[in-house]
């Protein structure tokens, strides 16, 4: 991004040009590099969990029956959707914390748990590296971050040449590991202002986002359902996590603005004998507010600007190649996935017909079978026909024509006597009639069968399932993304390398500037004409409002297609976890989610209860195919979900919840990672890695 | 009785008529003036039986008989080919249980039915302990009249005839207890326990048909 900080504050000097100089507009709204710090355009980096591992043990207290039970816990962590099934109050959520506890040194383990785990091991990578983090716990926290894989806690001590840093409080560690991942993922602390804690000072301080508050990001437990995002900072997260342009000058200014808006009230009630007592040490300050510019202005005068703009000219053309490399490979994944589709429908069709063709065979058989037999029936017939009983079977007496002649007459049988009804007597016609039937309706079968046959189905599978693996092959020859990857990571560390060089009479500089800023606060603050200076705070006042208007809605137009597209993935996920009766989603200019639902615009927290948690987890999930799809934000692309399924379990809201969890395994299983911890056991066996624990029974 | 088993019993009729005719030996007893053949024990019966009404055992143990005798390869292989031709395993199976001493299925009804009008007379004899023992069935005249006139002009019951032909040209000259011995040869009919029905073959004959004579059924 290109932006000309000199006409940018000369247009805002002309709105207003008399009521302060240029010179010290330009002055005030200073901050060097720092308005093109921000890009949404995504790192490409994402963060992996490889394996989790603790030691310790349960030490029993009163009424607790651990008799100092051996912790030995270690799960291999894969790509893509984990989910861990096992009863409530079974150990789920303590790995998780664990897992917090050593990527942001912020210990939330349950006070009787904590005291159980003594080591912790945490192997993870960005991107291609490894890194493995080590907590020893048992007494007070000593806490190495190293690169590579530690396998076991037996490495520790062979490794310490691969020890990036080692702390020993939980202060430090924090501190340490959040300029890492800081580092990493190119966050930065957005700050606010806040009234300093110490009552008897009467001061504003400066408070600012930390690792931990970004962490609230990935890490979304049950018991936050009720917000959209954490805590009073959670816009301050979006747009970290959007990384917009401006957001970093936008949020300076704000917070100078805040802190002159302070001083303009404090000033107020000063008192007019402290202001003539400080009258005199104006003098003294102005003069060395003018020694102090004049040395600014000869070290800037020697100091040549390097030449980073060719280099930003190749980062941004290498960041539009990968954009549309990705493109490229997310139509082809589509293509396959459509190709796929349609397979799975012709198979479906093949399968169902040749179901209906070995039917219709055995049918056929069947019915050839019984005309043979009622065929061979009545002839049989015929040929024992015209047969006079002769003999008993049983006694070998003669039945005598006499006798015959009587039963013919009384219709009973010449041997048993028993009457002979129509139904003994066979008759052919009837047996005729039935083969004859039972052909109409083989000929019936058999054209069937013949319409089957003809069926063109099997061309079509053919050509679907070409088509499938066609489309694998072109996916397959697509050119790989890792060059321009490479290359866009040599670029970004020469420019940080050009960025960070110290230049000549840097720290004289920086000595200077942070005097000039102390001299010029004492200036603003002790100015002995009241009115005047008050006036003087009211224009700045005026123009970093301007400024920052100016700023956000540059930022809003540049950042337009990044919003419209997040709004659209997070409708699309929303539906799909069952809120189909949100029918839209908006994202304003000053970061609010709005929801159409009905007909009318509501906010996250006008969502019904049970349906908070699902337009939560769509906001994250889109946030992540934001980068995944679109190259834009700067999600670590690693979720822990908590109980996904606690409060809203509802068969749509489960239902919705499994195909959302199935398809992004199946679509970005490759690509991000999502912890997920749930008691819903209709979640099993949705996902590959799983890891379920039986009913009663304790995680660890 | 239902159609079903109506036409189970005719068959069942005409099947043991054409066995005791095709199978007994002439004779000429002056005792007993209307017969025309003898057959001896109830085993054989049963035993020819199986075999007709089983046409993939039939076409196994024709096979084993090929397989022993080279010069009988060629006419066996048509036989057994046109058997799976015709699907007759599937077409002309009659499922048959396994009795104490093999296949075995209650034919008393049948014999009393031909007796009764006049196609058999029957004879046996009490051992001590008041088994019936040494059962000889005689053909009469009558039956013979009738089979000889009148079986030609039903073409859909010429194919028993035919069978009983077959079976007589390969295994005619064995007795019951000889053709038990026989079947006993075959795991399935062997391994078939008491009172359950003694399966199919198919694949086995297919199998052993292609070894011999390195063609597909």
């Given amino acids: 991004m290109i932006f000309d900080f000199d006409d940018f504050v000369e247009k805002l000097h002309s709105s207003d040009p008399d009521k302060l100089p240029l010179s010290e507009l330009k002055q005030l709204l200073n901050l060097g590099d720092d308005y093109t710090r921000d890009t949404p355009i995504s790192t490409g980096k994402r963060l992996v969990l490889d394996r989790i591992s603790f030691w310790g043990k349960k030490s029993g207290s009163e009424g607790q029956p651990y008799n100092d039970e051996p912790i030995a816990f270690t799960q291999k962590i894969e790509t893509g959707v984990n989910i861990w099934i096992a009863d409530n109050f079974k150990g789920k959520s303590s790995i998780f914390k664990i897992i917090k506890f050593a990527l942001t040194g912020r210990n939330r383990i349950k006070p009787n748990i904590k005291k159980w785990i003594h080591h912790i091991l945490l192997s993870f990578s960005i991107n291609d590296r490894s890194y493995t983090i080590y907590l020893d716990t048992e007494k007070s926290l000593k806490a190495t971050l190293f690169n590579g894989v530690l396998e076991d806690i037996s490495q520790v001590g062979l490794r310490t040449e691969d020890a990036v840093f080692t702390a020993t409080s939980e202060a430090k560690y924090e501190k340490l590991i959040e300029d890492f991942f800081f580092n990493q993922f190119s966050y930065y602390s957005l700050k606010w202002t806040q009234k300093a804690s110490q009552k008897d000072k009467d001061e504003l301080v400066e408070a600012g986002a930390s690792w931990v508050t970004y962490f609230e990001s990935i890490f979304l437990e049950s018991r936050d359902s009720a917000s959209l995002m954490f805590g009073a900072q959670s816009k301050k997260i979006f747009q970290m996590l959007l990384g917009l342009e401006f957001t970093y000058p936008i949020n300076r200014l704000s917070v100078e603005k805040e802190k002159l808006q302070y001083e303009k009230a404090r000033q107020a009630s000063l008192s007019e004998a402290q202001i003539s007592k400080r009258k005199k040490d104006q003098v003294q300050l102005q003069t060395r507010l003018k020694e102090i510019d004049e040395e600014i202005k000869q070290l800037t005068m020697n100091d040549s600007p390097v030449d980073t703009n060719q280099l930003i000219a190749e980062y941004e053309m290498l960041i539009k190649d990968i954009q549309d490399h990705n493109r490229e490979l997310l139509a082809m994944e589509a293509r396959v996935r459509t190709a796929k589709s349609t397979l799975a429908e012709v198979e479906g069709k093949r399968e169902s017909r040749l179901s209906e063709i070995h039917r219709l065979n055995r049918e056929i058989q069947k019915t050839d079978k019984r005309i043979a037999d009622l065929e061979e029936f009545t002839q049989i017939g015929i040929f024992f026909s015209n047969l006079d009983i002769k003999q008993c079977p049983s006694c070998d007496h003669t039945v005598t024509e006499k006798k015959k002649a009587a039963a013919a007459h009384s219709h009973t049988c010449s041997l048993c006597n028993d009457p002979i009804t129509d139904e003994d007597i066979v008759d052919k016609e009837e047996y005729d009639q039935k083969i004859s039937n039972l052909s109409v309706y083989k000929a019936n079968l058999v054209k069937d069968l013949t319409r089957l046959n003809q069926d063109k189905a099997d061309a079509h599978y053919e050509a679907a399932y070409n088509e499938v693996i066609k489309a694998e092959q072109e996916k397959s020859g697509l050119r790989s993304v890792e060059t321009l990857n490479e290359r866009l990571r040599q670029v970004n560390s020469e420019l940080e390398t050009e960025r960070s060089r110290p230049k000549p009479n840097q720290s004289r500089q920086n000595e200077l500037i942070a005097e000039k800023a102390v001299v010029t606060y004492r200036l603003g603050q002790d100015s002995p004409d009241q009115a005047e200076a008050t006036d003087d705070i009211d224009v700045k006042i005026g123009f970093l409002t301007a400024a920052v208007e100016a700023l956000n809605t540059q930022r809003f137009q540049l950042s337009g297609k990044v919003l419209k597209r997040l709004a659209e993935l997070m409708l699309q996920e929303i539906q799909q976890l069952g809120l189909t009766s949100i029918t839209q989603v908006m994202i304003t200019q000053s970061f609010d989610v709005k929801y159409q639902q009905d007909g009318e615009l509501i906010a996250f927290d006008d969502i019904a209860e049970g349906e908070q948690l699902r337009a939560k987890i769509a906001f994250y999930l889109s946030l992540i195919q934001l980068d995944i799809e679109y190259n834009f934000g700067r999600h670590t692309r690693f979720l822990i979900i908590d109980s996904p399924a606690k409060e809203e379990a509802d068969l749509t809201y489960m239902e919705g919840l499994s195909a959302v969890l199935q398809a992004i395994d199946e679509r970005f299983g490759d690509r991000l990672q999502i912890l997920i911890g749930t008691a819903e056991r209709t979640l099993t066996d949705i996902v590959t890695n799983q890891y379920v624990t039986p009913a009663d029974a304790f995680v660890f | ?217």
């Fill in chain 2, 1 to 217: 009785m239902d159609l079903d088993a109506s036409v189970r019993n005719y068959k069942d009729r005409l099947r043991i008529l054409l066995i005791l005719y095709f199978f007994g030996e002439p004779i000429a007893d002056a005792d007993r003036p209307n017969a025309v053949r003898i057959f001896r024990t109830e085993t054989r019966i049963q035993k020819i039986d199986f075999l007709i009404r089983n046409p993939d055992y039939l076409a196994y143990e024709l096979l084993l008989i090929a397989k022993t005798d080279p010069a009988l390869r060629p006419a066996i292989q048509s036989i057994v080919l046109e058997i799976f031709n015709n699907q007759e395993p599937m077409f002309r199976r009659m499922e048959m249980e396994r009795f104490f001493f093999g296949a075995y299925e209650d034919i008393d009804d049948v014999i009393s039915f031909l007796k009764s009008i006049g196609f058999i007379e029957f004879s046996s004899k009490k051992s001590s302990d008041f088994k019936t023992i040494g059962k000889q069935y005689f053909i009469t005249r009558m039956a013979e009249q009738k089979i000889l006139n009148q079986l030609q002009q039903l073409p859909k019951l010429q194919w028993y005839a035919d069978r009983c032909r077959l079976i007589h040209q390969y295994f005619g000259d064995l007795s019951g207890t000889q053709l038990k011995v026989a079947q006993y040869q075959i795991d399935e009919y062997r391994n078939t326990s008491y009172n359950k029905f003694i399966g199919t073959i198919e694949e086995m004959t297919r199998t052993e048909f292609l070894n011999l004579y390195a063609a597909e059924l």
